[in-house]
């Protein structure tokens, strides 16, 4: 005997958590679109790399969050004729741009940078960097704070806070790095001070690089069907020896995966075939969807109690 459920939310409005996470990505466009231009300009004005760079990075961010709203909305939309698993594959997708993309900003700024230092270094002003960094990396980590405040169950969210707090710890770098060139002006070492701006980026994507390999990683996991995290797995652990438990049952075989806030879990139980009814089989599957919904996900629940094993061996 085989069953199915699908635990989702009705397919009207979106629910709660994708209306959190729409207002979510709403306002980390906007936060950066305004901050975007403003890095540039004082950038570009100040003639200071390590801004323009911040510029860049936060420009390629808004232009993810746009991505990333787009694949909001399309998820919440549910199933359609022609996705009638949803379209849920749009978040990993986006993810692993967002990847991909941070790590070519990062590229591309390390070898501007090594060309700066190669030609001799590049004059700044401590000061605008000081004022500059210390005012980015309070937008930034109060961004991140609220973003995970509002939406902490969204995977989309999570990227757009992984980019928040990767500029925040680069404008914080900002200030640590003009008052390395003060220290140095002041005593006269302007020019070893010349080679700040191009340090500085260097140093800045050195930090940066775990964003972008967690993103693909990520991405990539749940794109080949991979098996979720480990606070996931482990709560679906969980739910399944309560439920096998309460029923008396054999340890099962599950497989699970997780894509976008889809969770596909399959449990296969053995029992003796004359023991069993399919209105009883429909509790065992209610209980495992009802064990699962504290996840806060969309549950893909298939429960299957067969005699054979060899069924889904």
């Not at 790590?103 to 230092?117: F, I, R, W």
Request: charged share 15%; with cysteine.
């Amino acid at each position: 005997m085989t069953s199915e459920q699908k635990s989702a939310a009705p397919s009207g409005a979106p629910s709660g958590p994708l209306r959190s996470e729409g207002r979510a990505l709403r306002v980390s466009l906007w936060v950066s679109a305004f901050s975007a231009a403003g890095a540039l300009i004082v950038g570009l004005v100040s003639g200071t790399r390590i801004i323009v760079f911040d510029g860049a990075y936060m420009g390629i961010g808004l232009i993810l969050s746009a991505v990333s709203l787009t694949a909001s909305s399309a998820s919440a939309s549910g199933p359609t004729r022609r996705f009638p698993f949803g379209r849920d594959a749009l978040t990993p997708l986006v993810v692993l741009i967002q990847g991909i993309a941070v790590a070519a900003t990062l590229l591309v700024a390390a070898g501007d940078a090594v060309l700066v230092l190669r030609d001799g270094g590049a004059p700044v002003s401590p000061f605008i960097i000081a004022m500059y960094g210390a005012i980015t990396a309070a937008i930034g980590f109060l961004v991140a704070w609220w973003m995970r405040r509002a939406a902490p169950d969204s995977d989309l969210a999570g990227a757009e806070v992984a980019q928040w707090r990767a500029g925040a710890i680069l404008s914080v770098m900002m200030v640590l790095g003009a008052g390395v060139a003060l220290v140095l002006q002041a005593r006269g070492l302007e020019d070893v001070a010349l080679y700040v701006d191009p340090v500085l980026v260097l140093i800045a994507c050195l930090i940066l690089a775990y964003i972008p390999i967690g993103l693909i990683r990520t991405g990539l996991n749940e794109l080949l069907e991979g098996a979720p995290s480990k606070e996931i797995d482990a709560a679906i652990t969980d739910a399944v020896r309560s439920v096998r438990e309460h029923y008396g049952l054999q340890e099962p075989l599950v497989r699970s995966g997780k894509v976008g806030r889809k969770l596909y879990v399959e449990v296969d139980f053995v029992v003796a075939g004359t023991d069993w009814n399919v209105g009883e089989e429909d509790s065992v599957r209610r209980a495992v969807v009802a064990a699962l919904e504290p996840l806060g996900l969309d549950v893909w629940a298939y429960v299957s109690l067969t005699a054979d094993p060899e069924l889904f061996e």
